[in-house]
């Protein structure tokens, strides 16, 4: 068994961060230029990862993990310096949980155009300044084409398994469409064949709000020690509510005030308390010019484009798959799940997450999905 510090990687990657445990956490540089779909191309694309377990001689065991819109590879393990809060889905990954690691090699990059360590806007571009408003056109494809050229670097010809919610669904789906012979097993959360006409008008909104806030500048702010944060704010508070379900907003807040605050002085609802905490939260720890970057890739995602239509490219499938749905989801409904299940010929008849908190569901109800995760990976 290798551990992950002994796979070998071409010479182009490196420690990750210093002061990281050895080999868990890493980024990988790809030498050539990376083509991408709409024209041109990136030069020494970055994708930084996470490794948890080991992989098998024969590299038959690796699982690839992949996150939504403002993840990034931390998907287990405790809080970390420069990553204040436990991965993501953390109860997912460990010894003995869904995702065993004595027995599976977990991978999970940091998506192209992110900023938790890949290469995005806020990275230097081929000036030596950050690319900023100059960051290229990215759609799913072209991450998916990044996260093969990873799989290839770490000697993993074939996935055990792909898994994905939401944004990193909609990777997860592609993955499985453009290399059908590298997905064994395949689990979609929360995600659809492509991106509908409200999901993009929702983020259209978002895109707006940033681009409105005098400190983006068209993107080139970086250098600049400000940051469109208000912009960036005021997306993540309208996403925000779209994650979640009205009746649990209703319960949990209904239309108490925030502590002594007086909503008709001044003061605040708790909801709009609440809305700005989780404002503020993003702000701390993202980039807005990723926020873009990766909200326009989502908008692009459409698995039929170029492939004969959706019908088709699905067909393309031959992992063993699951498409699992939450049912209080009204961003990414249940119907948009079902046209998954019904258009991938492996498939089995959808799944319901049952849960009051919308399409976050796909990471708060992690129990649920480890069931999903066991069913693909050991039989029902
Ligand atoms: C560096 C990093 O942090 S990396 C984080 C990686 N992020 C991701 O992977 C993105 C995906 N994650 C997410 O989108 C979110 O974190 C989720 C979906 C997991 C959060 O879901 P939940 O656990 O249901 O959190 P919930 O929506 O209840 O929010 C809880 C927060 O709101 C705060 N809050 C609750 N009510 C109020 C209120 N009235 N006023 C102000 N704040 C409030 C809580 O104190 C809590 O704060 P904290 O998160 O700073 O501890
Ligand atoms: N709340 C999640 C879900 C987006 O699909 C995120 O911020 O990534």
């Given at each position: 068994?290798?551990t992950?510090s002994?796979?070998?990687?071409p010479?182009?990657?490196g420690?990750w961060?210093?002061?990281d445990p050895p080999g868990?956490r890493?980024?990988?540089e790809?030498?050539?230029?990376l083509?991408?779909?709409?024209?041109?191309e990136?030069?020494r694309?970055?994708?930084?990862?996470e490794?948890?377990g080991?992989?098998a001689?024969?590299?038959?065991n690796?699982?690839?993990?992949?996150?939504?819109?403002?993840?990034?590879?931390?998907?287990?393990?405790?809080?970390?310096p420069?990553?204040?809060?436990?991965g993501w889905?953390?109860?997912?990954?460990?010894?003995?949980?869904?995702?065993?690691?004595?027995?599976?090699?977990?991978?999970?990059?940091?998506?192209?155009?992110g900023?938790q360590?890949?290469?995005?806007?806020?990275?230097?571009?081929p000036?030596?300044r950050?690319w900023?408003?100059?960051f290229p056109?990215?759609t799913?494809r072209?991450?998916?084409?990044a996260?093969a050229?990873?799989?290839d670097?770490l000697?993993?010809?074939?996935?055990?398994?792909?898994?994905?919610?939401?944004?990193?669904?909609m990777?997860?789906?592609?993955w499985?469409?453009?290399?059908?012979?590298?997905?064994?097993a395949?689990?979609?959360?929360?995600t659809?064949?492509?991106?509908s006409?409200?999901?993009?008008?929702?983020?259209?909104?978002?895109?707006?709000a940033?681009?409105s806030?005098?400190?983006?500048?068209?993107?080139?702010?970086?250098?600049?020690?400000?940051?469109?944060?208000d912009?960036?704010?005021?997306?993540?508070?309208?996403?925000?509510v779209?994650?979640?379900?009205?009746?649990?907003?209703?319960?949990r807040?209904?239309?108490?005030s925030q502590?002594?605050?007086?909503?008709?002085?001044?003061?605040?609802?708790?909801?709009?308390?609440?809305?700005?905490?989780?404002?503020?939260?993003?702000v701390?720890?993202?980039?807005?010019?990723s926020?873009?970057?990766?909200?326009?890739?989502?908008?692009?995602?459409?698995?039929g484009?170029g492939?004969?239509?959706?019908a088709a490219a699905?067909?393309?499938?031959?992992?063993r798959t699951?498409?699992?749905?939450v049912?209080?989801?009204?961003?990414?409904?249940p119907?948009?799940?079902?046209?998954?299940?019904?258009?991938?010929g492996?498939?089995?008849?959808?799944?319901?997450?049952?849960?009051?908190?919308?399409?976050?569901?796909?990471?708060?109800?992690?129990e649920?999905?480890a069931?999903?995760?066991?069913?693909?990976?050991?039989?029902?």
């Amino acid at each position: 068994m290798l551990t992950p510090s002994q796979v070998p990687l071409p010479p182009a990657s490196g420690a990750w961060r210093e002061g990281d445990p050895p080999g868990r956490r890493q980024w990988y540089e790809r030498e050539r230029p990376l083509p991408l779909e709409a024209g041109g191309e990136l030069p020494r694309p970055r994708l930084a990862f996470e490794t948890w377990g080991r992989l098998a001689p024969d590299r038959s065991n690796a699982v690839l993990v992949l996150h939504a819109l403002t993840g990034d590879s931390h998907v287990a393990g405790p809080a970390e310096p420069g990553h204040p809060t436990p991965g993501w889905w953390d109860e997912l990954i460990g010894p003995g949980r869904a995702l065993d690691t004595d027995r599976w090699f977990v991978v999970a990059p940091n998506v192209l155009g992110g900023c938790q360590g890949s290469t995005g806007p806020a990275s230097p571009g081929p000036s030596g300044r950050h690319w900023g408003g100059g960051f290229p056109y990215l759609t799913q494809r072209d991450q998916v084409a990044a996260e093969a050229d990873l799989a290839d670097a770490l000697g993993i010809d074939r996935w055990a398994l792909v898994v994905g919610g939401s944004m990193g669904g909609m990777r997860a789906l592609e993955w499985a469409v453009s290399h059908p012979e590298r997905t064994d097993a395949l689990l979609l959360l929360a995600t659809s064949a492509a991106a509908s006409a409200e999901q993009i008008a929702w983020a259209n909104i978002q895109l707006h709000a940033i681009r409105s806030d005098p400190h983006w500048l068209g993107g080139h702010y970086h250098h600049t020690g400000r940051a469109p944060h208000d912009g960036l704010g005021l997306a993540r508070r309208l996403a925000h509510v779209t994650y979640r379900s009205e009746p649990e907003l209703q319960v949990r807040f209904g239309r108490s005030s925030q502590g002594a605050e007086d909503p008709w002085s001044g003061g605040r609802y708790q909801v709009e308390s609440y809305l700005d905490h989780h404002a503020a939260k993003l702000v701390r720890r993202f980039d807005a010019g990723s926020y873009v970057v990766l909200s326009e890739a989502m908008n692009s995602h459409d698995i039929g484009r170029g492939r004969g239509g959706t019908a088709a490219a699905l067909s393309r499938v031959t992992a063993r798959t699951l498409v699992a749905g939450v049912d209080s989801d009204r961003l990414y409904p249940p119907s948009q799940q079902a046209e998954l299940a019904a258009g991938i010929g492996t498939a089995d008849a959808p799944r319901v997450i049952e849960s009051p908190y919308g399409h976050d569901g796909f990471l708060i109800e992690a129990e649920q999905v480890a069931a999903l995760v066991r069913e693909l990976l050991h039989g029902p």
